[in-house]
């Protein structure tokens, strides 16, 4: 298929299933090319949130299979990629640029946002109580600075993550968030 016939619909298509998506992104980490058994490992591995080691036979059979039969011949066809069934050889075609936003963006890198949130909570939880108990410098009259504090860091924090999942996003002054 040629540049030409890959429209957006169709690049929306061949990029809505996640195996797909994730190839292609690990196909770029590799400078373009790979063989399918460490692809099978690393799609299986962001797959089940696990280190590429700790992924069973049962997760890493579940991928190759897709990939091999279904995942491969779709992006080859769409002329993504170049795949030997017979070697295991996969091979990025030129023009990755522009299925670039149609990609997962930070899969082994993302940020256990969760812990920060839980964090904030649990001192929030304990300010609160230190206050209610009047216990410590959290008398009544700190309370409402305290509980001031906590509502900038949750915000601080909600808009760090809104700015590290939305990479490009435009922020005051002109500047982007990468």
């Known amino acids: 298929m040629s540049e030409t016939e890959l429209t957006q619909a169709k690049l929306f298509d061949v990029f809505s299933n996640a195996r797909r998506r994730r190839t292609v992104q690990f196909l770029k980490q590799q400078g373009g090319s790979c063989d399918l058994a460490p692809l099978v490992e690393q799609v299986a591995a962001w797959e089940n949130d696990t280190d590429p080691d700790d992924v069973t036979r049962t997760q890493r059979r579940r991928v190759y299979i897709s990939l091999y039969q279904t995942h491969l011949p779709m992006l080859e066809d ?59 410098p959290l008398t009544s009259g700190l309370a409402p600075v305290v509980a001031l504090t906590l509502c900038v860091a949750v915000f601080a924090l909600s808009v760090a993550q809104h700015v590290s999942r939305r990479p490009l996003t435009e922020l005051p002054l002109g500047r982007t968030s990468r």
């Open 78 to 136: 769409h002329g993504i990629v170049d795949w030997d069934p017979e070697g295991h050889e996969i091979e990025l075609l030129p023009n990755e640029e522009r299925f670039e936003p149609y990609l997962d963006r930070h899969l082994e890198s993302q940020h256990a946002w969760h812990r920060f949130y839980a964090t904030v909570t649990a001192v929030g939880v304990v300010a609160f109580g230190l206050s209610v108990l009047a216990i410590g």
